[in-house]
């Protein structure tokens, strides 16, 4: 259940067709993948999940990316497989696009290629320093996308 939300709120019948689901595949990201599941569920929408990885982010000792990008793809697209797998259980259309680059940009270019309806994204929560050198991904997103986004935030670490 979305406990203080209707789904009146966020869209007419109908009118939500597509729901992307932008996830690192990690943990914390459960919220997000619970909401897009139920909102995609009542409105009987499809889903696209969208995972981005950030290179800038997997430097190894001496500068290079080499394996490190390959294994992270391999790691998304085995946990990928599992919601896709939980969307044919629960008879949701979903697909799956793992892109590399920055996040915040390549979630919106997304949204914009596939003419999604609404974005759904969970939020890490970072504070202080951690979000001033990460950057808030869902921020940017809310800030610059073409469609209303929803953030779940996920469970305090």
């Known amino acids: 259940m979305i406990e203080g939300l209707s789904v009146a ?19 914390a990201s459960s919220a997000a993948e619970e909401l897009a599941f139920e909102l995609a ?3 009987g929408a499809s889903m696209l999940l969208v995972s ?11 500068g290079g990316f080499g394996q490190r990008v390959d294994q992270v793809r391999a790691a998304r ?11 044919q259980r629960e008879g949701i259309p979903i697909r799956c696009l793992i892109w590399q680059g920055e996040p915040g940009e390549a979630i919106i270019e997304a949204a914009i290629a596939e003419s999604v309806d609404l974005i759904v994204m969970g939020s890490h929560g970072r ?17 610059d996308a073409p ?8 469970s305090a670490a």
């Open 52 to 62: 981005v990885i950030d290179p800038r982010h997997l430097r190894v000792a001496g």
């Open 147 to 154: 469609v209303p986004v929803l953030v779940a935030r996920g």
């Open 77 to 87: 697209e085995a946990a990928a497989q599992g919601i896709v797998a939980r969307g």
């Open 127 to 143: 504070r202080g320093v951690d979000r001033l050198v990460m950057g808030s991904v869902s921020e940017r997103v809310v800030r």
């Open 9 to 27: 709120t966020i869209a007419q019948p109908g009118r939500i067709r597509t729901i992307l689901l932008a996830s690192d595949l990690a943990p």
């Open 41 to 43: 569920g009542r409105l």
